[in-house]
């Protein structure tokens, strides 16, 4: 046998790969945010704790650990990491082994000269390893291999996606809750007030000082001030269920807090736009899923070109079992084929326009993932701005308010003022108190809204804890 040309193996190996190679493409970005402040703290890792709440803490590790479309996003990154195995191990040869035991009779009518000499029957023991491997030569199973490892990179980022909406979902449902039950007892102090302004008019109306109109008017407040702790409690109940749903404890039940709601925590920074692009995990999943796209282009390309295969095999054969591995009985074969594509009817070329038009979708889908993501943010950091003015006003309301309820208290002991300025005040503070409430919650939604703009904080960056 002659010599295999294993100078034109190697010459095969390193050839090219067909197909564009991937540049990130350009898109509109901007230096900075023009809604950014000064100073500001990192995201951290774990940014939910920034809100010093260990009960909030329990509850996001609960979700994490039982939220269905987390499990749903981890499975997809073993799914992902299982093609790609596949994929890479296609690059590789493929060893089989076979081992046959075969019986023939043979027909004494048909013309055979070693009939009479071997008899009818022929046994056969054959036992060989056989290989096949595919010469990547125009870089067919590369551009594979780039795709599948971009589909399990683009899993990877998916599953922060949900992991960073799950955690901001827990987070606003916490938040919610707590801000509920001081709306609750807000309005339980309202009702309070309300109903010994009713108590009020009807010893008016005994002594001749007020008249029907009167008394159905604070009828209709004491109505509106029930209905009003009534939306507070059902709140409050909501978010409990949404909790429950999310931690996967359907019969969550969590005890109720009095004083301040959930605290604010202190601003976090925004970076610069150009950090989007490495940051933000739906961004960089719709960028490999363009890298996948693109090397798609290159395989499809390079199987309309001739495909080289390389076969070999060893074995040993013969008619007796004993003998099998005798020193005559070896067997080899070496092989290269080639198979080239002829004539398809122009399915080959529409394959490629087909990935091209793919390719240009998903570079579409990528730059308007940045450009929604820039918007996210703008917007996130006006609502923290904002939130944080209402905040400050709501405050100054609130120390007012208490003010007023004991200049109040001190008037009507000193026999200056009766007892309505009194329940006017009383009603006034329980009122700033329920604002607060309202305010510091949109603080917290802003806040929250603003890291998972951001893209939270990755993995990989240094000193984040």
């Known amino acids: 046998m002659k010599p295999f040309p294993w100078f034109l193996f190697a010459g095969l190996l390193a050839g090219c790969a067909l197909g564009p190679d991937y540049e990130r493409p350009a898109t509109p970005t901007a230096g900075a945010y023009p809604e950014a402040g000064k100073g500001g703290d990192a995201v951290r890792a774990e940014w939910w704790r920034s809100f010093d709440d260990p009960e909030l803490d329990a509850l996001v590790a609960k979700a994490f650990a039982a939220n269905t479309d987390l499990r749903v996003a981890v499975a997809r990154i073993a799914e992902a990491g299982a093609v790609l195995g596949e994929v890479e191990g296609a690059a590789l040869p493929q060893v089989d082994a076979s081992v046959t035991s075969q019986q023939i009779k043979i027909s004494e009518g ?12 022929r046994t056969n023991q054959r036992a060989a390893l056989a290989t096949a ?3 990547d ?9 780039e795709g599948a490892r971009a589909q399990l990179l683009q899993a990877e980022e998916g599953r922060r996606v949900v992991g960073l909406a799950v955690g901001a979902s827990v987070v606003r449902a916490y938040a919610w809750l707590r801000a509920a039950e001081v709306r609750a007892a807000a309005a339980t102090e309202i009702l309070a007030a309300r109903e010994a302004e009713v108590a009020l008019v009807a010893r008016r109306v005994r002594v001749g000082a007020a008249g029907p109109a009167e008394v159905a008017a604070a009828e209709v407040f004491r109505a509106e001030a029930v209905a009003r702790r009534a939306s507070a409690r059902r709140a409050r109940a909501q978010a409990e269920h949404l909790l ?10 969590i005890a109720a807090r009095t004083g301040d709601a959930l605290r604010v925590p202190a601003p976090v920074a925004a970076g610069l736009p150009s950090d989007l692009l490495r940051r933000r995990p739906d961004v960089l999943a719709a960028e490999q899923a363009l890298v996948a796209a693109n090397a798609r282009i290159g395989f499809v390309k390079a199987s309309r070109f001739p495909t080289f295969s390389l076969t070999a095999a060893l074995g040993t054969e013969s008619p007796d079992l004993e003998s099998l591995f005798g020193p005559r009985n070896s067997t080899s074969a070496l092989g290269l084929g080639a198979q080239l594509p002829l004539f398809d009817a122009g399915r080959g070329a529409a394959r490629v326009d087909a990935a091209t038009a793919v390719r240009d979708q998903a570079a579409a889908a990528y ?16 609502d923290v701005r904002e939130t944080a003015a209402a905040a400050g006003a709501a405050e100054r309301r609130a120390r007012a308010a208490r003010e007023a309820f004991r200049v109040a208290e001190a008037r009507q002991g000193a026999g200056q003022a009766g007892p309505a300025e009194l329940l006017v005040a009383r009603r006034d503070q329980a009122e700033s ?33």
Do not use: H, Y
Request: proline share 5%.
């Open 433 to 465: 108190l329920a604002a607060v409430a309202e305010v510091r919650l949109e603080r917290i939604t802003a806040q929250v809204d603003l890291i998972r703009a951001l893209g939270g904080a990755r993995p990989d960056e240094p000193g984040k804890r």
């Open 137 to 145: 030569f125009w870089g067919r199973l590369r551009r594979a291999e």
């Open 110 to 121: 048909g013309f055979n000269p070693n009939l009479a000499l071997n008899g009818r029957v």
């Open 133 to 135: 491997f595919e010469l």
């Open 244 to 253: 429950g749903a999310l931690t996967g404890q359907p019969a969550l039940v």
């Open 367 to 382: 730059e308007r993932s940045v450009l929604n993501a820039f918007r996210e943010v703008r917007d996130a950091l006006v």
